[in-house]
């Protein structure tokens, strides 16, 4: 009986190893989740810094400036219940607060009201060569054109529209690298708006082969529905092939001077050794005659 009973309490609970089972699979559980919120706290902070990156190469203000910290608002009032109140029979007359509405908007973001387009800007940061099929070498220009009032206003309106791309290094119908012509509807078409900038996009694949050179002149004529013609022109550089960069390469100079040949110097071939006549050595078979070497500069 005592054996049977010292048998009986020494038999472990099975519901309690399936618990201690889930709390081992829990705990791996939380351990994993904490794993992946910092990986995602670190790919977040990656991101802001790449954000706050992108926005001072842009000339964008920082995100810390638009909003108002709220260290410096005032308390909360404490509120004191009044007794024997009175219904109020006509409303108070209430002064409204005065909101600052911050920094005035700049030229382009106010309403525009005058929509007479006088001028055309070209983009410098969206205008350029453009790689069409993300490999070495630019197959194209890109374009942003962005019309403007007397005010500096962007207008979004759009007219007849002509690029033309010139090669500066050459002349005459030489120097024409390649032409697009569009109408206003087409134009219309390409007006975008975005993050990076606002106006007609134009990405213009090249018509008749690569440039042979890297910078180019964009010239952009616009015009306008009452016939005005307004232009604008930007120096631009594109990218080319490795094998178009190449065919061209600098004459190869000589670093040092070519080897001259030294001037001869005037020697007698034969010179006479023959000793005077009341010498002893004149009737000695000695060589009466003897060979000047000849000079040789490679020697």
Same mark, same amino acid.
């Given at each position: 009986m005592v054996c049977v009973l010292v048998l009986s309490g020494c038999r472990s609970d099975p519901n309690v190893a399936l618990l201690e089972r889930d709390l081992r699979?829990?705990? !791996?559980? +939380?351990?994993?989740?904490?794993?992946?919120?910092?990986?995602?706290?670190?790919?977040?902070?990656?991101?802001? =810094?790449?954000?706050?990156?992108? =926005?001072?190469?842009?000339?964008?203000?920082?995100?810390?400036?638009?909003?108002?910290?709220?260290? #410096?608002?005032? #308390?909360?009032?404490?509120?004191?219940?009044?007794?024997?109140?009175?219904? +109020?029979?006509?409303?108070?007359?209430?002064?409204?607060?005065?909101?600052?509405?911050?920094? %005035? *908007? !700049?030229? !382009?973001? %106010?309403?525009?009201?005058?929509?007479?387009?006088?001028?055309?800007?070209?983009?410098? =940061?969206? $205008?350029?060569g453009y790689d069409f099929d993300k490999k070495p070498g630019d197959e194209g220009v890109m374009v942003v054109i962005e019309p403007r009032n007397r005010n500096g206003q962007y207008v979004d309106e759009t007219g007849q529209l002509s690029v033309v791309v010139l090669d500066p290094a050459r002349e005459g119908k030489d120097?024409?690298?390649?032409?697009?012509?569009? #109408?206003?509807?087409?134009?219309?078409?390409?007006?975008?708006? $975005?993050? *990076?900038?606002?106006?007609?996009?134009?990405? *213009?694949?090249?018509?008749?082969?690569?440039?042979?050179?890297?910078?180019?002149?964009?010239? +952009?004529?616009?015009?306008?529905? #009452?016939?005005?013609?307004?232009?604008?022109?930007?120096?631009?550089?594109?990218?080319?092939? %490795?094998t178009i960069s190449s065919r061209w390469t600098p004459a190869m100079q000589d670093l040092q001077p070519r080897m001259t040949h030294a001037p001869r110097i005037n020697v007698p071939s034969v010179v006479d050794l023959t000793p005077p006549a009341d010498s002893p050595e004149a009737a000695t078979p000695a060589a009466r005659t003897a060979t000047a070497p000849e000079w040789k500069p490679y020697r």
């Open positions: 699979y829990l705990e !791996d559980k +939380v351990y994993s989740l904490q794993d992946v919120v910092e990986e995602k706290d670190s790919q977040i902070n990656s991101i802001r =810094r790449e954000n706050e990156t992108l =926005r001072k190469r842009l000339g964008l203000p920082d995100l810390n400036d638009d909003f108002q910290s709220r260290s #410096d608002l005032p #308390d909360t009032p404490e509120l004191l219940m009044a007794t024997g109140l009175r219904p +109020v029979t006509r409303s108070p007359a209430l002064q409204a607060p005065t909101i600052d509405l911050g920094m %005035a *908007l !700049d030229a !382009d973001e %106010a309403e525009v009201i005058d929509r007479h387009v006088t001028a055309i800007q070209i983009n410098p =940061r969206l $205008s350029g120097a024409y690298v390649a032409r697009w012509d569009f #109408d206003s509807i087409d134009a219309q078409a390409k007006m975008k708006r $975005s993050l *990076l900038g606002k106006g007609i996009h134009l990405q *213009l694949p090249w018509t008749a082969g690569y440039p042979e050179h890297e910078t180019l002149v964009l010239f +952009v004529r616009y015009e306008t529905p #009452d016939g005005r013609k307004l232009e604008q022109k930007k120096e631009i550089r594109v990218q080319l092939p %490795a």
